[in-house]
T-cell receptor, first 113, second 111 residues
């Protein structure tokens, strides 16, 4: 049973528009959520995180929203840039140990110039 | 400051063999986690080491074992390799906070 799901394997958006990546989880014990970006031949790179005590966290062009009642989070990228093209992983953990995270299968984002 | 490094980058083994993968943590990081990423899937947590002691384990059999050394470098050992062990193996180090930093991974192919 997959506890973290990213139901869209791929997403394509135009440069300058908004990218919205979604993630659902089933384990209500998760209280810390992270997004990672992964380029080919590199390890995942931390992008942004959110604790369950918040419903929104912003960092520049990246915003993560958390809806605990729906067990759903989303990553918004505004405006999208071609360099954002990568695989995005959603991960969940029991705070504060992000090192034992449960990952989704990723969404491949393509930003077209 | 050097990042997390892993060796080797690629490896080919045959079924039944044993393999050791290595990870050098980022300076000052006392926690290391290992993940297995099969093709088309997300990373799956194997285990974590904190100050040379195992600190949690995912749903992996005992033939997956690890070590963390006093300098906080780490090894992942897999015995009796199976075809399904073919994957990208990632290590991630952490200074004990809620951030972890991944290495580039070792791609293992079991024939």
């Amino acid at each position: 049973d997959q506890q973290v799901k990213q139901n869209s394997p791929s997403l394509s958006v135009q440069e300058g528009r908004i990218s919205i990546l979604n993630c659902d989880y089933t384990n209500s014990m998760f209280d810390y959520f992270l997004w990672y970006k992964k380029y080919p031949a590199e390890g995942p790179t931390f992008l942004i995180s959110i604790s369950s005590i918040k419903d929104k966290n912003e960092d520049g062009r990246f915003t993560v929203f958390l809806n605990k009642s729906a067990k759903h989070l989303s990553l918004h990228i505004v405006p999208s840039q071609p360099g954002d093209s990568a695989v995005y992983f959603c991960a969940a953990s029991l705070h504060p140990n992000a090192g034992k995270s449960t990952f989704g299968d990723g969404t491949t984002l393509t930003v077209k110039p | 400051e050097t990042g997390v490094t892993q060796s080797p980058t690629h490896l080919i083994k045959t079924r039944g063999q044993q393999v050791t993968l290595r990870c050098s943590s980022q300076s000052g990081h006392n926690t290391v986690s290992w993940y297995q990423q099969a093709l088309g899937q997300g990373p799956q947590f194997i285990f974590q080491y904190y100050r040379e002691e195992e600190n949690g384990r995912g749903n992996f059999p005992p033939r997956f074992s690890g070590l963390q050394f006093p300098n906080y470098s780490s090894e992942l050992n897999v015995n009796a390799l199976e075809l399904d062990d073919s994957a990208l193996y990632l290590c991630a180090s952490s200074p004990g906070t809620n951030r972890q930093y991944f290495g580039p991974g070792t791609r293992l192919l079991v024939l």
